[in-house]
Each structure stands twice: as C-alpha cells, then as structure tokens.
C-alpha cells in the first residue's frame, strides 16, 4: 500500500478539520471528548466495529472522558495511507 499522495491527505483534512496530521508525520489523530468515562467506552466499542469491518485497526487511547484515535498503517512502514483517509471518516459519519 502506497502513502497518499500529500494534496489528498491535506484535502482531507481540509473537510475534517477535528483530524490533524501527527507532528512525527507518521498518523492522523483526533482527540474526542465525552461527558464521562463509559461514554467514551462506548465510542471505543462502536470505533472497533468499524475498525473490524474495514479490518484497518487505529491505536486508542482511552482517559477519562476522552479518547484519542491515531491512525497509520503499518504495512505501508507507518505511514497515512488510503485505508486511514477511509477509517478516519467512518468514524466522523458515526460520530
């Protein structure tokens, strides 16, 4: 799998302003926030079903009340790719 391309990953994150590209240039990551710690359980939940279905799976990051989802694909060496672009806005839809 190849790194996309540097115009579609900015377009991207363009019309998903919540994503940002990791300052290591490795991932898109956003951070969401909940009312309480179940809640962001829930997201976590809901996140890996979609994860499963793509079978493209993001590191979670999970504190109280919020939730960090960091996406690369390690198959590409770690970096964004298609796959990301495609998980990331699954998740948005879901959101």
Known sequence: ????????????????????????????????QFRSYMEGIDFVTKVAHIAEELDHHPQMIVDWAKVTVRASTHDAGGTVTEKDIALAAAIDAMV
Do not use: G, K, P, Y
């Open 1 to 32: 799998m190849a790194t996309l391309d540097s115009a579609v990953l900015q377009e991207f994150l363009r019309n998903h302003a919540q994503w940002e590209f990791s300052s290591d240039a490795t991932s898109i990551e956003r951070i969401f």
